[in-house]
């Protein structure tokens, strides 16, 4: 029986996405995504608690180099791919990395229409998906608040 290995993950861009050519030609796109996680603070309820888990994904082919045309830092983004631990040596001790591989990536079609809310015209373009409602916007102050930089 075969396991099943599948990330998905919704967050913002840390920094512009840098991309580069591998020996054998290939482009590898390399990005750092934030999730972020609240929660009410168990003693003072008008407070809240907040994590923010960070990401690499790298993006491989074809698609690397057309979604390094357009992603930029602060853009929200979907990833969807598998999780890829390796490691190396470093001055005679084992190091390991975690990323996640994507197969596929979605972002704001800036030529598509952009649907009108009560967030107004300057609030993020999100894909649809499940995870929004199936809308194209979140709103303007949410997506202020969970960018961590």
Do not use: C
């Amino acid at each position: 029986m075969n396991g099943l290995n599948k990330i998905v993950i919704m967050g913002f861009l840390g920094a512009d996405p840098e991309l580069r050519m591998a020996a054998g030609g290939t482009a590898v796109l390399k990005m750092r995504v934030a999730t972020n996680e609240s929660w009410p603070d168990k003693d003072e309820k008008d407070k809240w608690q907040e994590r923010t888990e960070w990401h690499r994904v790298t993006v491989f082919g074809k698609r690397a180099e057309t979604l390094a045309k357009f992603l930029r830092k602060g853009m929200l983004v979907t990833v969807d791919g598998q999780n890829r631990t390796s490691s190396y040596e470093k001055e005679g001790q084992k190091h390991y990395s975690t990323e996640i591989v994507a197969y596929a990536v979605y972002s704001p079609d800036e030529r598509g229409p952009r649907p009108e809310t009560s967030a107004g015209a300057d609030a993020p373009f999100a894909p649809p998906s499940a995870l929004n409602g199936g809308y194209g916007r979140v709103p303007a102050a949410t997506a202020a608040a969970d960018i961590p930089f």
